[in-house]
């Protein structure tokens, strides 16, 4: 499919810094879905991409990228809105029969799983998720988005829908050589528990959350 893609996408002239490790099936509670496994060739980073449907680079391909969230992915916290945009986003991409998910693993925006406990113990006590990281002596966002983006072209995208609701990842994958063509709001009905958390992502981080006031 590289070979034949017209557009100029940045996998067609360059090396990746990525390579896929492996690919299986994955039949999940919403659709079918395909799970490849990636290595950085330049870090110990990992990747993880679910996808679905025919890979093309002509076509907008709705794509995220979704930061781990062991609390919310897994567990189902209600402190946070992750877990139910990822399923929301596995659900748009099976109404839609194509798109992707990079899931990246770095946990609590970078700073790792025992420091993320760390920091919901400061938010026990008042403090909001960026005022948590600041006490801590930590990064509020440590994530990068460029290999995420390798992700994706390797997949043979280079036009995407992106799921998401954060500008900040918007503008990285365009500057990594991706078309945002749309961005597609993933807002969904946030528990209370989740309410200071979201809106201090909207007034201090920039998040578009037009539901959050």
Request: glycine fraction near 8%.
């Amino acid at each position: 499919m590289k070979e034949e893609a017209t557009l100029d996408c940045p996998w067609s002239n360059q090396a990746l810094t990525v390579e896929r490790v492996s690919v299986a099936r994955l039949p999940t509670e919403i659709g079918e879905f395909r799970i490849a496994g990636y290595r950085s060739k330049t870090s110990d980073e990992e990747f993880v991409a679910l996808f679905k449907g025919e890979m093309n680079p002509e076509v907008p391909t709705l794509a995220r990228i979704h930061s781990q969230c062991l609390t919310g992915d897994v567990f189902g916290s209600t402190k946070c809105d992750c877990g139910p945009q990822l399923h929301a986003a596995m659900r748009l991409i099976e109404g839609a029969g194509r798109g992707a998910i990079v899931y990246q693993l770095q946990e609590g925006r970078g700073i790792g799983i025992i420091n993320k406990i760390r920091a919901y113990a400061l938010q026990d006590e008042g403090a909001d998720t960026v005022e948590a990281n600041e006490r801590l002596g930590l990064a509020v966002d440590l994530r990068e988005y460029r290999q995420c983006a390798e992700v994706l072209f390797d997949l043979g995208l280079c036009q995407v829908r992106l799921m998401s609701n954060n500008p900040l990842k918007l503008r990285a994958l365009e500057e990594a050589g991706l078309r945002v063509v749309e961005r597609v709001a993933l807002e969904v009905e946030p528990a209370d528990a989740a309410m200071h958390y979201l809106r201090t992502k909207k007034a201090k981080l920039g998040h578009l959350l037009d539901h959050i006031e």
